[in-house]
């Protein structure tokens, strides 16, 4: 299984919602990342796991909170959310964190923030 | 710190034809990994190929190959007999072997292909 999953597809929110992201993958890898994207432009590293422990914040909102219950799984928990937060969210994950290690990204969600 | 420039924001080739994509980067490290990523519309982002800094050798997978140049800091992409499926947005990244996870993207090409 060489694939990383994301839930829901499509999210649309109001700025007072509170909700979660989710991604997945099954193939052993150690770290796993929360990106950002806007149309047309290049993703944005938001938040590296590495073994289960955050390993990097880019300097994030505190609405946006990652959470990584287990290897396998890995959360975005999305809080009072302003719309210019509408855009693709990508996740990744590679064996470890070393530098040649290729990176699989899941399809993202796109998220709406009205 | 890195930066990675796509200086081209669209291309487009004929279908069967060859279409290079440049990508020029800046770093003071001396081993580091170079990639091209692939996203076509609405779909996830794949990985097309990769290179290693202390490798001479241009990297190669099928109609892709790239043309190192170290001491010019160029990357480019090539794509031989181009179909329909090469059309997509594609991101030059740039990786330090000892900086850890973080993927230095380009601004992205987007490649248009036509029959």
């Known amino acids: 299984d060489t694939e990383v999953t994301q839930t829901p597809k499509h999210l649309v929110m109001g700025m007072t919602n509170k909700k979660s992201l989710k991604c997945e993958q099954h193939m052993g890898h150690r770290a796993m990342y929360w990106y950002k994207q806007k149309a047309k432009k290049p993703p944005e590293l938001m938040f590296v796991y590495s073994y289960e422990k955050l390993s990097i914040n880019e300097s994030v909102p505190s609405r946006f909170s990652p959470e990584c219950p287990n290897s396998s799984l890995l959360n975005l928990h999305l809080h009072a959310l302003q719309p210019e937060d509408s855009a693709l969210y990508l996740c990744a994950s590679s064996q470890d964190s070393g530098g040649d290690n290729e990176q699989f990204f899941g399809p993202g969600t796109r998220l709406t923030v009205l | 710190a890195q930066t990675v420039t796509q200086s081209q924001p669209e291309m487009s080739v004929q279908e069967a034809e060859t279409v290079t994509l440049s990508c020029t980067y800046d770093?003071?490290?001396?081993?580091?990994?170079l990639f091209w990523y692939k996203q076509p519309p609405s779909r996830q982002m794949i990985l097309v190929i990769r290179?290693?800094?202390?490798?001479?050798q241009n990297a190669t997978e099928n109609r892709f190959s790239v043309n190192f140049q170290k001491a010019a800091k160029s990357f480019s992409l090539k794509i031989s007999d181009s179909q329909l499926g090469d059309a997509a947005m594609y991101f030059c990244?740039?990786?330090?072997?000892?900086?850890?996870?973080?993927?230095?993207f380009g601004g992205g090409t987007r490649l248009m292909v036509k029959p």
């Open positions: 770093t003071s490290e001396s081993d580091y990994y």
């Open positions: 990244a740039y990786r330090g072997r000892f900086t850890g996870n973080m993927l230095t």
């Open positions: 290179q290693e800094a202390y490798k001479q």
